[in-house]
Every structure is written in C-alpha cells, then in structure tokens.
C-alpha cells in the first residue's frame, strides 16, 4: 500500500509538486486556505501549464478546505505531510496537520526561508524533514492553475533536495525525493541546512530587489547598478552564512529568456575566487542605487548614547 501524503498549501509549490504526484498514481490531498481554489480544484481539477516545452495537463484533485481537515479524524492517518504555506503560516499549518500524522509519519518543510525550527517546535525534531525547491520558477496565476515560467532542469540542475536536519541519508528522505522527483530533478542531500542558506541567498539577490523597483529578475539583470548591487547582497549573505557555519552549496540563479532557448543559469564562482573578487576596489554603484546604499549604511550605523 502507498503512503498517504497531505500537502498544507496547494499554491505554487505545493499544487505542482502534489500534482505531479497524483499524475504518478499518487494517494494525495490537499488543504489549501484560498476557497476559490479549494472549490475550483474540487469542480474542474488541478491544471498545470509551462511556459516551454512540456505539455499542460490536468489532474483531478481531492481537495479540502481548511475547515474541512477535520475529515481526516476518520480516515487512515497520514503518513507524509507537507507544509508548502509562506513561513508566517509554518506554525499553524504544522499544528493544523500534527493530529492527523501516523505514529511513525512526519512533516516535510517544502518552502523557502527555514523554518524547520518552527515546524520542530509542533510536531518534533524526529517528524522533521526539509525539501529546497531550487530555482522552480513557479506561480498560481488564478485558481486551480499552476503556471511554470520555464522549462524543467532535468539533468542540467537539480531542482528538489530533500534532507534530514541531523544530515544523515534515511529511507524517509529518500522517500521523499522520489516523491518530488516526479515534478522535476531531485536528490538527497546530508547538507539540509547549506542547501537551506544557499537558496536564502540567491533569494536575497533578487526577491527584496524585485518587490523595490516592481522589475522581474530577467529585467533586474538587465541593469548593471542593480546587478552590482544584487551581488553586493549575494556577497554579504554568504559572508553571514559561512560566519554561522554553514557549509555553503552553489549559488544559482536561473533567468528566463525571450525565446524558447533553456533558462541561462548565473552561478556564483568558486571559494578562492571568491576570495580573489574581494580584495578587488569596486567603483560604488551610480544614482539611486548609491543613494539607497548611502541611506542603508546610515540606517544601519550605531547610535550614540550620547
């Protein structure tokens, strides 16, 4: 018998890896908070476009609202769940779910940011898996419609990365791979939490950016002063992570281009040239780019007590 999976979140993320998986024949539900997308998945099913190569389709869904979940109390418990809601959900989706898990099932933290902390704290750190969605590019356009703005990686990038906390190699991690890696490329990885500070800094390069001047990555990447001030966070970010101790992964941000032509992947060079790139003076960025760093640097400054 096949395991029954729960995903707390059908939006980008969530709603594309979960129907990847009941394409492949999988026993999964999902509760989702958005009811237009609870009822739109339960009338016409769970439709999944690209915006390259791959063929749409369509799967229908079981699909719960959150208000709903208590069906669960009746049915076989669930034996993998995963949390696929923003980080300020993390804590209710793993209480919301916890009472449902079999004696031997666990939470898969399948987000940004790192929040196995959080999902630890409500269900323990023996029922907490993670999962890094690299460079997915995916969106939910309207409901019951997942959107992905690129083609799959396959072989070319590995998109999913599922680990244990303590980094040892387990069948349930290895479970878990197979499960995403229905959707697109994955692997196992010992190094859940380098992994983990790895996409947070290619998020840091572009997300905060983005949400600032209201320009997509493909855009930003087209300016230099933003470009040079992306690097300047990507930089910073892993000076932070490598201080914390992280053992850092390769930094890859994908960007779409105009024609059907595969993502081009900017990736971050190696340690030593890293080091080299460092000890090199770099001209300020010009405009408001150097006026916004100006006006960060002040912000940031300590204050006199005086």
């Known amino acids: 018998m096949g395991k029954k999976i729960a ?11 979960g129907a990847h998986m009941v394409a492949a024949g999988e026993d999964v539900t999902f509760i989702d908070p958005w009811p237009a997308h609870v009822e739109h998945m ?7 476009t690209h915006a390259m190569k791959e063929p749409e389709f369509t799967v229908p869904v079981r699909a719960l609202h959150v208000t709903d979940a208590q069906q ?9 769940a995963f949390v696929c809601m923003k980080s300020y959900d993390t804590a209710w989706a793993a209480m919301l779910i916890r009472q449902y898990l079999a004696p031997d099932g666990y939470v898969v933290s399948l987000q940004n940011c ?3 902390e959080t999902v630890a704290g409500v269900v323990g750190w023996g029922k907490t898996l993670g999962c890094i969605a690299s460079s997915i590019t995916v969106n939910l356009p309207e409901p019951g419609h997942i959107h992905r703005g690129a083609a799959k990686h396959g072989a070319a990038h590995t998109v ?3 680990g244990e906390v303590h980094g040892r190699i387990t069948k349930r991690a290895e479970e878990v791979c197979r499960l995403v890696g229905f959707s697109d490329s994955a692997k196992v990885t010992s190094n859940l939490w380098g992994e983990r500070w790895s996409k947070l800094v290619a998020n ?3 997300n905060g950016l983005s949400a600032c001047t209201g320009l997509g990555g493909s855009d930003m990447l087209k300016i230099d002063p933003i470009r040079r001030f992306s690097t300047r966070l990507g930089s910073e970010a892993i000076r932070v ?3 914390h101790g992280f053992a850092l992964e390769e930094i890859c941000i994908c960007r779409r281009r105009p024609s059907r032509a595969p993502a081009k992947a900017m990736r971050w060079p190696s340690r030593p040239a890293m080091r080299s790139a460092s000890r090199t003076p770099r001209a300020p960025p010009p405009g408001s780019v150097r006026r916004w760093a100006r006006t960060c640097r002040k912000a940031a400054a300590p204050k006199s007590n005086s």
Do not use: S, W
């Not at 995903?7 to 890896?17: L, N, P, R, S």
């Open 7 to 17: 995903f707390v979140g059908a939006g980008a993320v969530g709603g594309y890896t």
């Open 42 to 48: 339960r009338q016409h099913g769970l439709r999944v």
């Open 72 to 80: 669960l109390a009746k049915e076989t418990p669930v034996d993998i």
């Open 114 to 116: 790192m929040n196995e």
């Open 160 to 162: 999913f990365r599922a």
């Open 204 to 206: 840091a390069m572009q």
């Open 241 to 243: 992570g490598q201080a």
